[in-house]
């Protein structure tokens, strides 16, 4: 079963995702700069979520590339990331409008927490479609950002409700440090290339 | 004629549709965890059509690739069933908002069933435009699951004037069912091969 | 220049038209049988305008298949036929709210008007860009379906300010005359192999 | 790395943004021609920003047709595209709901700034990812559309606290500059072949 059709339908329903979460920022109705002003917030909202859709993005990217075969399972996994993607606007919309409250913040870093445990889920099974010879086995190797994410969202949901600044801090954080593409997958299979 | 753009086209549309949907949960404007309960019948009915949606984007993928070549009336056949799948965001909005009240019930079940029918109507004209060495016919076989689910989505639509809770039950099975992917031709193509 | 990305383009902007016309039809509040009754028009023209963007889509597909080089004035002729494709759902949702009266019914046709015009100047850029030796030229042939829909629509246009149905009905005509697929181009290309 | 999935989800993105910009042109609720009315500074600035986007899909097309290698910066790059591409909508909306005022006029200048600086950016890293037999490098040469088109914005976006009308007229001018496709790479391209 080819990977075409997965990575066609996934690019659909991500690019779907980043730009529907800019409708959340209506237009308001005033003409002053005044009256951009409380929209801030969601804008600011607006520009974590762009970066997190655009990594995830990315890493499916990088990591179907190092896939030749897709089994059933592989499709569902993938289309169960692909659930709790689509629910960032609705937590990125919340968040903004509520300008970064504890519960909007909370609820945000959990849909951040279930999409990377998605991730973890559609990696292993993909890495199990393919047997001991995984490429992308090889690749992700010790993951520790992959295990690091998840421990940092945590961290940022719970301390949601005793400094509101600390989860925003943390999201940002996680952000930075998947900014940088998963060149692991890049550098293995240059590794066997030659 | 080619099936790549009918499979490009009809991903395009599945696509949007599965996240269109997310947009009938409109943002609170409340920032308590409270705000969000009445929400929960259309995150559970949103929840439910992604599964039915992410059933036929599944079966579809698997059906075309099972296919060689492509008519004008399996274009049409294809595009009555987009037309049924695209009133999934309306059904279900409907339903969520009158956390499952029969009526709503009920019309989500019939576009259940009419997209049942064009799924089966699709695969007919697919199977005509292969003739008889089609190996979509024989992979589909009997095909019980196809004849149960319209039963099972009358009985459902009839009973939500009597027991409210029998029809969502009975969308839940039917999803269940249908979960597992089709390997009916995965299996058929595999033989082929060997 | 290769066509592939003129293809996925057309096919992701077509895509999501047909697909939030449907949001037009907005959830009623009410949970009877009876809330669904004046959103009625609004199905109806969104079937109607479903069909016509179908109608497009499938002969864009017909049309392009036939065609091997594309230019630079392709490339906008097919942004312009877009662009008029892409006021459908506003023309649809107008029409559909205001129970087909006279004047969004006349902008209906025009819009329908305009898009008739704008596939028969992509018509032309594609046989201007492949030369004499046009497939598309000799498929087209005479095109009494291209010409005989501008002059319907212009009646139709006409019709609304005194009776009000002939518009409509003339609309459903032409969508009929168009549902049989273009098959002239299916047959130059058949004839052409043998 | 392909460029492949670059171009199917910039394809995607782009598709949407130019189909919800019409999202802001709201149906009215009369079924008079004056109902309309209103709609027309809203209708004008769809206009304009249709053909940017346009110019922009164009010359994305031209740009990554000249490219073989695609690098992670370059994923970034394009994302970073993306972003400011995703602002028109929003800036659209603004500047057609208030009559084309000086604030929202800047803006809409601003954004277009943005998204020109941010092509520029694109253009470099591709640029770099190709190393010194560049055909982009080569084709784009001194780029004098690239470097006024800035200039032009800048000095609109000044003018609209002066003079109402420049503004746009500037922005009407830069679009009429670049409805011209970029040829100067098909011409590389083709010296290139011979």
Request: glycine share 6%; net charge neutral; hydrophobic share 55%.
């Amino acid at each position: 079963m080819g990977k075409g059709r997965l990575e066609a339908f996934s690019d659909g329903v991500i690019a779907i995702i980043i730009t529907i979460m800019v409708l959340e920022m209506k237009v308001p109705h005033g003409e002053s700069l005044e009256s951009l002003l409380p929209l801030l917030p969601v804008f600011m909202s607006y520009v974590l979520s762009f970066v997190y859709v655009g990594i995830y993005w990315n890493n499916h990217h990088h990591m179907l590339h190092a896939t030749g075969r897709v089994s059933g399972t592989v499709l569902w996994a993938n289309l169960h990331l692909l659930f709790w993607l689509s629910l960032f606007p609705f937590a990125t919309g919340w968040m903004g409008e509520n300008h970064f409250a504890p519960m909007p913040s909370a609820l945000y870093g959990a849909v951040l927490l279930m999409a990377a445990i998605a991730y973890w889920i559609l990696e292993q099974a993909l890495i199990a479609s393919e047997g001991s010879a995984s490429v992308l086995k090889t690749a992700v190797g010790k993951d520790w950002k992959g295990k690091l994410s998840p421990l940092f969202y945590i961290i940022a949901i719970a301390s949601t409700f005793w400094v509101q600044w600390v989860a925003q801090a943390m999201y940002v954080l996680v952000a930075l440090i998947w900014l940088i593409p998963d060149r692991r997958i890049e550098h293995v299979l240059q590794r066997r290339e030659t």
